[in-house]
C-alpha cells in the first residue's frame, strides 16, 4: 500500500497524541528549560503553565535536585530492585512513609503513574486470591477519570482514550459517576459487591480537573467497611504540593489501602513512580509468604531515590504548604479575571490544578479540536496550557512569582483574542 502524501519534514521523532502531519517543528521543539520559561527552536522562551506534564513542581533546573541526582550517578550510576535491594530505594521509602497523615508500611516502586496503575490493579486482585476470593477481580474507577495509557492504566480510565481501537480488555473494570451522591456506587455494589477488589480515586480528576467530592469519598470509605474491597489513592497528579499538603488523601477521615504516586515525586528529573501500601495488604502478604510478580528495570533506581529525597528536602525548604497556598490564591484571582470574558463558561479543580471551561459563541462546550486550537494560539502568544475536555487546564510551578501570573493572563488573552479572529469560537 503506498502513502499518497508525507510530511515535508519528516522527523525521525514520533511525537505521541498527535497526527505526524504538519507537526510545527520549530515552535514545538524545546531546546532548554529553566525555572518556568521553556525555550524552542523557533528562538521564542514560552511561559510554561503546566509544570513540564504536571510534575516540575519546583520548577525547571532546581539546582539542588540536580546536584544530588548527579552525586548519586558518580556513586552508582545503576543498581535494580529485583531479588535484591540498595540503600537509597531503603532511604527514600523511609522518606516517603514518613509523608502522608495516614500510616503505611511498605512502598514499591515503578516507573510511571500509568505502570503503578498496573502494578495496583494486579496487586489488588492478588490480594484477595490470597484471601481466598478470588472471584474478587473488578477494579472501579471513575467516570472521566485518567489512570494512564499502558494496558492495564488505560482500561481503568474512564476518559475516551480510544480503548475499543485497541482492544483494550474492561471486562473485569467498571466505572461509575461521582457526581450523584453516591447513587450509582450504591447500585454497583448492591450488584456486584461480591466481585469488587478495589475502587481507586482521584481525588482531582486528571481529565478536566473536576473536584471528587468529600461526601462521595465518605462513601466509598463507608462501602468499605461493609464490601471489603481495597480503596485506592490515584495522587500520581494530586500528590507533593499539587493541592495542598503532601497527599489529597491526608484529608480524608481514613486512610486508603494504597497511594500510587508519581509527577511531582522526583519534581519530574526521573522516571519513577510508587505505591504507598497499607498494613492490610502488607500483612496478608507477609502471612502467606506470597511473592507479588511485579518489577521494572528502571523502577527505584539509586539516582531516582536521590531525586525523591532531594524533592522533599527542598519542598520542605521551600516551605511548600505556604507555595501552594500562594499559588492557589493567584489562580483565584486570575480565573476571576478570566470570567469576565464570554468565552469561559465556568471553572474546575482545587489547589494548584484548575480547568477553565470555554464555551462557543453559541453557548455550546468547545470540542476538543476547537480547544487544542486555542491551545496552539495561547502557544504561539508565549504560554503553554493544557488542553482538557471543553477547557484549558492550569497546572503552574508552586514557585510561579505575580511576574509570571501577569505574563500567563497577557498570553491567555491574546491568544484567545487570535482564536476569535480566526474563528475558532464559531
Known sequence: MSVSSTPKTQLPLWVP???????????????????????????????????????ANLGYGNAQIVGAITKELETASYLPLFRTAHSKAIEASKALLELPTHKFQRVLFST??????????????????????????LIVGLSGSYHGLTYGSQALSGDDLGQAVYGVDRRNVRHIRFDDDGAELARLLTREGHRVAAIVIEPVLGSGA???????VAAVLKHREEHGFLVVADEVATGFGRVGGWFASDAWRHAPDVVVTSKGLTNGTSACAALLIGQRVNQLFDVNEAIFVHGETQAGTPAACAAILSTISEMKRLDHLV???????????????????S??????GRGCMRGIQLQSHKGLPLSPNQVMAVVRRIHQAGAIVQPGPGRIQLLPALIYTTENFEELHTAIQAGIAKAERDGVFA
Open 17 to 55: 497524541l498527535i497526527s505526524q502531519n504538519g507537526f510545527e517543528a520549530t515552535s514545538y521543539t524545546a531546546v532548554s528549560a529553566q525555572g518556568v520559561h521553556v525555550t524552542f527552536e523557533d528562538g521564542q522562551r514560552r511561559l510554561c503553565a503546566k509544570s513540564g506534564l504536571w510534575n
Open 112 to 137: 510511571s503513574g500509568s505502570a503503578a496503575n498496573d502494578a495496583v490493579m494486579k496487586l489488588a486482585r492478588h490480594y484477595f486470591v490470597l484471601d481466598k476470593q478470588p472471584e474478587r477481580k
Open 210 to 216: 473536576e473536584v471528587v467530592p468529600d461526601a462521595f
Open 323 to 341: 507555595l501552594t497556598q500562594r499559588v492557589s490564591a493567584a489562580l483565584d484571582e486570575l480565573i476571576t479575571n478570566l470570567r469576565n470574558n
Open 343 to 348: 468565552w469561559v463558561s465556568g471553572s474546575s
